[in-house]
Each structure stands twice: as structure tokens, then as C-alpha cells.
């Protein structure tokens, strides 16, 4: 699966919307990007999923670029309860497999 | 019905011993996850139970690591002589298919002492 990467930390202000950046640089034609998240001392939670589409659900929206190199996670109203550790995660529409890197802690300040 | 469950939530032992870690997927999921999560770290995949069957242990570090699904449901992670660089997170995920979204569990913390 291609690699990703994303910065280690950002803040966000209660209310306003968090933007989240993943590049995938090497993603291939069949692999989608999932999105995870932890909340601390919890199990990874899934978020939402696209292959070529944004994708929207009752938790985020989902924006993948045209050339598919890059994607943002959008979190349109945080709160403090969304303060985790996200994941951006490439897998093939195959592979069982998750493969997860450091993510970005995201901090929500009142 | 309810989560991935594990159980124990908290494993505190003396290096050199044996330990199992439980955990109960979803209902009706064919598919389960081992992962093992230091601190700091991501998630690292250990294997992959389709069914009772093992399809993939590759991440299991080494012949001290052991795991089995044997009716296909409840899964046990065996660890033998433990080490100190044991000591992590174990993570439990279950899905109904193998490609579909995973659900993890709220993991088990092993403390080898």
C-alpha cells in the first residue's frame, strides 16, 4: 500500500472546522483512503472511506484531489470530543490490511 | 448488538510468563485483526483470521506469539515467556467481510515487568 503522510499535531478552536492534510504521493488506481481516528486510550474508530469521489457522512467530509495525490478530512463544527489522533490510511481494495502511521494529533481548544 | 470486546483491559505480568488475551468479535464477522500498538506509535498489524483459519500471521514478531479462532468467533492472542518489549497495546478489529471497514476493540494494556 502506498505510504502517507501527515503532519503530527494541529489545533483547532471549538466550532470552527478542522481541515486534516494526508499527502499519498504513490497511491495506485485501486487503492482507496480510509480515514481512522483514537481517542485516547481507545480503539482506532473509523471515519469514512473514498476512492476517487468526496465523500460525506454524519461524522465528515471527505476531499480527495483530482490527481489523487492528496486528501483533506474535514471535521465541519469540532468539539472538544473530537480531539484524537487521526490516521489517513491507503489500502488496496484487496488488502485486509491496515497500515497505520503516526497521524495527527488534533487538539480542540474551548 | 455490541462492540469488539477484550478482555482483560489491563495485564500486569513477570517476564518469563505465559498470557492470553481475549477478545469477542461482532456478531456474525467473518474477519479478525491483531494489532499491537506501542506507545507513541500507530497500530502495527500482527495477523488476519478469516473464519477459524489463520490466512495471514506475517506480523506475529516471532515463534513466541501465538493465535487462534478455533469456532470461528472468540479469538486468543498467546504470548509465551514474555518479554519487557512485549509491553504495548493489543488491539482486536473484526469486520464482516475482509475488505469491509474494521471495528476495533477498546484493547488489552499487557505490562511485562
Known amino acids: 500500500d502506498a505510504k502517507t503522510t501527515q503532519p503530527p499535531s494541529m489545533d483547532c478552536a471549538e466550532g470552527r472546522a478542522a481541515n486534516l492534510p494526508c499527502n499519498h504521493s504513490?497511491?495506485?488506481?485501486?487503492?482507496?483512503v480510509y480515514w481512522y481516528r483514537q481517542i485516547h486510550s481507545q480503539g482506532p474508530q473509523y471515519i469514512i472511506h473514498?476512492?476517487?469521489n468526496n465523500e460525506t457522512n454524519e461524522m465528515a467530509s471527505l476531499i480527495i484531489t483530482e490527481d489523487r495525490k492528496s486528501s483533506t478530512l474535514i471535521l465541519p463544527h469540532a468539539t472538544l470530543r473530537d480531539t484524537a489522533v487521526y490516521y489517513c490510511?491507503?489500502?488496496?481494495?484487496?488488502?485486509?490490511?491496515?497500515?497505520f502511521g503516526k497521524g495527527t494529533l488534533l487538539t480542540v481548544n474551548p | 448488538g455490541a462492540g469488539v470486546s477484550q478482555t482483560p483491559s489491563n495485564k500486569v505480568t513477570e517476564k518469563g510468563k505465559y498470557v492470553e488475551l481475549r477478545c469477542d468479535p461482532i456478531s456474525g464477522h467473518t474477519a479478525l485483526y491483531w494489532y499491537r500498538q506501542s506507545l507513541g506509535q500507530g497500530p502495527e498489524f500482527l495477523i488476519y483470521?478469516?473464519?477459524?483459519?489463520?490466512?495471514?500471521d506475517s506480523g506475529l514478531p516471532n515463534d513466541r506469539f501465538f493465535a487462534v479462532r478455533p469456532e470461528g468467533s472468540v479469538s486468543t492472542l498467546k504470548i509465551q515467556r514474555t518479554e519487557r518489549g512485549d509491553s504495548a497495546v493489543y488491539l482486536c478489529?473484526?469486520?464482516?467481510?475482509?475488505?469491509?471497514?474494521?471495528?476495533f476493540g477498546p484493547g488489552t494494556r499487557l505490562t511485562v515487568l
Open positions: 478489529a473484526s469486520s464482516q467481510g475482509s475488505g469491509d471497514e474494521q471495528f
Open positions: 504513490t497511491i495506485s488506481g485501486n487503492e482507496y
Open positions: 473514498g476512492l476517487k
Open positions: 490510511i491507503v489500502r488496496g481494495g484487496s488488502n485486509y490490511k491496515l497500515t
Open positions: 483470521f478469516q473464519g477459524t483459519g489463520a490466512a495471514d
